[in-house]
């Protein structure tokens, strides 16, 4: 049980345009999803909160306008990185929790050239 | 604010030696804390959690950790390692917000 998904394992995408990464908890209604980014050999840094049905909240130093975040259903969540840069290549996951417990997607690579 | 301290960025062990990952938290009420394991390229895999009660808890992989409350610890620990056991090992403190605070983590290498 608890077993969270993310499409695409990973994507190429040219600067400036756009990527969208869903986020899918298969076997239970998660009623918070949350986003990380991950460096190359460093720990999660949380990038936003989000709730089914409301607006994510971002973290301080997060752009709002730049890392999209929508929470459709109890089971879907997705990240659209609008106007990629280079810097914005990563590693990007997922979680989804109904209480106190965050069980983690596999992870989307993000290479923007 | 809470926090984690992982303080071995890295450890090496023997196939078949114990191991144990310190981790030290700072949070003003009792905290909700996590060990997650992460192979490389991959998601975060739950290993145990502790939310109250018995302060020795039982995980996956044989893994099990002790939350003291008064040294602020919450260590991990395997009596017999296993070659799949090399990975990143990441330990987390939750609040009532339910929001994670990583540790920066200790990297597991095996050697045989």
């Known amino acids: 049980g608890a077993v969270v998904s993310q499409h695409p394992s990973r994507v190429i995408c040219k600067s400036g345009t756009s990527v969208k990464i869903e986020c899918r908890s298969l076997?239970?209604?998660?009623?918070?999803m949350f986003w990380y980014r991950q460096f190359p050999k460093q720990s999660l840094m949380l990038m936003a909160t989000?709730?089914?049905?409301?607006?994510?909240?971002?973290e301080q130093g997060v752009e709002k306008d730049k890392f999209l975040i929508n929470h459709a259903s109890l089971t879907l969540s997705t990240l659209t990185v609008t106007s990629a840069h280079p810097e914005d290549s990563s590693f990007y996951i997922c979680s989804a929790s109904t209480t106190e417990t965050q069980y983690f997607g596999p992870g989307t690579r993000l290479l923007v050239l | 604010a809470q926090s984690v301290t992982q303080p071995d960025i890295h450890i090496t062990v023997s196939e078949g030696a114990s191991l144990e990952l310190r981790c030290n938290y700072s949070?003003?009420?009792?905290?909700?804390l996590f060990w997650y394991v992460q192979s490389p390229g991959q998601g975060l895999q739950l290993l145990l959690k502790?939310?109250?009660?018995?302060?020795l808890v039982q995980g996956i992989k044989g893994f099990e950790a002790e939350f003291k409350r008064s040294q602020s610890s919450f260590n991990l620990r395997k009596p017999s390692v296993h070659w799949s056991d090399a990975a990143e090992y990441f330990c987390?403190?939750?609040?009532?917000?339910?929001?994670?605070?990583f540790g920066a983590g200790t990297t597991v290498t095996v050697r045989a």
């Open positions: 987390a403190v939750g609040g009532v917000d339910y929001k994670l605070s």
């Open positions: 502790y939310f109250s009660g018995d302060t």
């Open positions: 076997d239970f209604q998660a009623t918070t």
């Open positions: 949070y003003g009420a009792t905290p909700y």
């Open positions: 989000s709730n089914e049905g409301s607006k994510a909240t971002y």
